[in-house]
Structure formats: C-alpha cells, structure tokens
C-alpha cells in the first residue's frame, strides 16, 4: 500500500522515523492537544514507523501521558501506538 504525504504532497511506500522536538505547554492542561498530533503526525505513515519524542518532560510522567491516551509500552521506554489517540471531545 502506498499512503500519500498531504503536507509534502509525495507518496510514501516505506517505513519512516519522524522526531518530535519539543513539549507544547498546552499539552500539559489537555492530553487532547498532544493526541491530536500524534494523530497528524500518524496518519501518513506507514506500519513500522516511528515517531520520537525528545523533550524535558519528566520521563515518568511522558509514561503515564502516554498511556492515559492509550498507547502500549514495549521495553526501552517505546509506546507502540496502535490506534487513534483521541481520549475524549
């Protein structure tokens, strides 16, 4: 299957690592806002893909955001994200 990229306007048919920089002060009051990325982000990759986060969130608290959304964790401080992260409207 090959999914198009709506912001580059290119296909993708590969696996791709995407790094997110940051943390957004609006993400600390609605885990919503932060869901909704992930999902922006998501959307266009494939299965395999990945997406880093490197901020100075306390680590075990980006653990418990991380699973108050949903997604898994799996060793090494990785969440697989398996479906949409929307927690609520």
């Known amino acids: 299957m090959v999914y198009r990229d709506k912001d580059l306007n290119e296909e993708i ?3 791709r690592s995407i790094m997110v920089c940051g943390w957004r002060s609006k993400w ?3 885990l ?3 869901a ?3 999902d922006d982000i998501a959307c266009s990759l494939l299965r395999g893909s ?4 490197i901020n100075s ?3 075990e608290q ?3 955001d991380m699973a108050s ?3 898994t964790p799996v060793p090494d401080e990785v969440f697989e994200f398996t479906s949409p992260t929307r927690t609520s409207t």
């Not at 990945?50 to 986060?53: M, P, R, V």
């Open 13 to 15: 048919d590969e696996a």
């Open 36 to 38: 909704q990325r992930i």
């Open 50 to 53: 990945n997406i880093l986060f």
């Open 69 to 71: 959304l949903g997604n």
């Open 62 to 64: 980006f653990a418990q």
């Open 57 to 59: 969130r306390d680590p």
């Open 28 to 30: 600390n009051n609605n």
């Open 32 to 34: 919503d806002h932060l």
